[in-house]
């Protein structure tokens, strides 16, 4: 349990509003990521960083900006939020051995 | 673009029975992880395998890494309930430069009591 929250767990926002999903971790991890997770498609990467402002892009990006200004604190943005970004989000870290992820808890995220 | 193709889909079985999920690519990766997803939870690893031909055993579970690392499989024997979940597998790219993963589609495994 590498203490990873997700914060808001459930949010239902309306499209073209702004929305930022947070990750916090505790164990000063130095590689943070985000996903999303559709059915049939697994878990697609979004956004990661390999240290603080230090962040590049997934196969998903389009529509998804990020920010790490903190080790402990890595942040996804949805400038425009639009109904195909409807989906749960997770949050991951891995440290410098590189041989396992942990996962927060998820966002579970409805675009109306 | 590297892709982890993993087979089937979705599994229902009875308690009791045996069970193969397979993992599959034609990139080679540098290791491969299985991870379990609960509802509502984010993925729990289970293994990582590194070297090809490699074999772990993790109680009832047996996970494989091909010879060339392009591919894995998962074997349970004697499923039960509480093997119930999404399986997903996630093969380390290397040629990024950094630790990034690429993940399967998952398996769903239902075992009913």
């Known amino acids: 349990d590498a203490g990873i929250t997700q914060s808001p767990r459930h949010k239902v926002t309306e499209t073209g509003t702004p929305v930022t999903l947070r990750c916090h971790q505790t164990e000063n991890h130095r590689y943070m990521y985000w996903y999303r997770q559709d059915p049939g498609h697994g878990l697609r990467l979004i956004h990661y960083s390999y240290g603080v402002k230090d962040t590049d892009k997934g196969e998903v990006s389009d529509g998804y900006s990020v920010s790490r200004s903190k080790t402990e604190d890595f942040l996804l943005t949805l400038e425009s939020a639009t109904s195909s970004q409807t989906s749960v989000y997770f949050c991951?870290?891995?440290?410098?051995?590189?041989?396992?992820?942990?996962f927060g808890p998820g966002t579970r995220l409805t675009v109306t | 673009t590297q892709l982890l193709e993993q087979s089937p889909q979705f599994l229902s079985i009875q308690e009791g029975e045996n069970l193969t999920v397979y993992c599959n690519s034609s990139s080679v990766f540098s290791s491969l992880q299985w991870y379990r997803q609960e509802p509502g939870e984010g993925p729990v690893l289970l293994v990582t395998?590194?070297?090809?031909?490699e074999v772990k055993k993790l109680k009832r579970l047996t996970f494989q890494f091909g010879d060339a690392r392009k591919d894995s499989s998962l074997h349970i024997t004697a499923a039960q309930p509480g093997d119930t979940g999404l399986y997903l597998c996630?093969?380390?790219?290397?040629?990024?430069?950094?630790?990034?993963?690429?993940f399967g589609t998952g398996t769903r495994l239902k075992v009913l009591a």
């Open positions: 991951a870290t891995t440290g410098t051995g590189g041989d396992e992820q942990y």
């Open positions: 395998v590194v070297t090809g031909g």
């Open positions: 996630a093969g380390e790219d290397k040629a990024s430069g950094t630790y990034k993963y690429i």
